[in-house]
């Protein structure tokens, strides 16, 4: 992991992989970071054609013979933000972080490759976030809080000191996980839970306080 020293500097050119709804907030978070987007990158969606004030470039195939290009992760699921940064980094692409101006990120917190964190979120100090994981809008990861590779904090959510999300885990809008407690690697906590004791791996909860419903079934790349 690398902390907020190793962002890019003002005026860095980014591309972003992705261009749904999550790609153009991840282009509009590098655009309010004075980066200067070239495009996006898109498997489904043909070269050239616009999305907000940018173009598709084209597909993974487009970073052939451009070594060292950063690119934003612009994928919302989890499995395939995964798979799309291993083959990003096949390519030769560095994985870029990206964190919006009005969000706050300790100088001692650690940031991965890959991570987007969205507008008024808060990364306190000894908070560590794994690579290619998602710190959405309004969020709060309070001190020594630890986030998995590819896990998904959603919008206003909130963890506690030294709570744990894990990889590939997903933390829906508005849930909160207690000081000290940990949601386990795959498993998604539902909007508005609070999580009170810990979460085993590959499980859905949901309520206050959070229950499981059944088990989830999750997929790695190897």
């Known amino acids: 992991m690398s902390g907020p020293p190793s962002l890019l500097e003002k005026g860095s050119h980014i591309v972003i992989y ?29 070269a050239g054609e616009q999305v907000l004030e ?26 395939v933000r995964r798979q799309v940064a291993d083959k990003l980094q096949r390519a030769g692409a560095v994985l870029a972080t990206v964190v919006h101006p009005t969000a706050v990120v300790s100088p001692y917190a650690e940031l991965g490759p890959g991570v987007v964190v969205f507008a ?9 976030v794994g690579q290619g994981a998602i710190v959405n809008t309004g969020s709060i990861l309070e001190h020594d809080v630890v986030i998995g590779d590819f896990a998904h904090v959603a919008s206003n ?51 206050v306080p959070a229950r499981r419903m ?7 790349t190897p």
Not at 120 to 128: D, E, K, S, T
């Open 214 to 220: 059944h088990s989830h079934a999750t997929t790695r």
């Open 157 to 207: 959510a909130a963890l506690g000191g030294a709570a744990r999300v894990g990889a590939d885990a997903m933390l829906g809008t508005g849930a909160v996980v207690l000081p000290g407690r940990a949601v386990g690697d795959g498993s998604i906590v539902g909007a508005g839970a609070v999580v009170s004791r810990d979460v085993p791996p590959g499980v859905v909860v949901a309520g």
């Open 54 to 79: 940018w173009r598709i470039l084209g597909d993974v195939e487009w970073l052939h013979g451009r070594h060292g290009v950063s690119v934003a992760l612009g994928i919302g699921a989890n499995d």
């Open 18 to 46: 992705g261009a749904g709804g999550h790609g153009r907030v991840v282009a509009d978070a590098a655009r309010a970071a004075d980066l200067e987007v070239m495009g996006f990158l898109d498997d489904a969606v043909p």
């Open 120 to 128: 008024m979120a808060v990364v306190n100090v000894g908070a560590r």
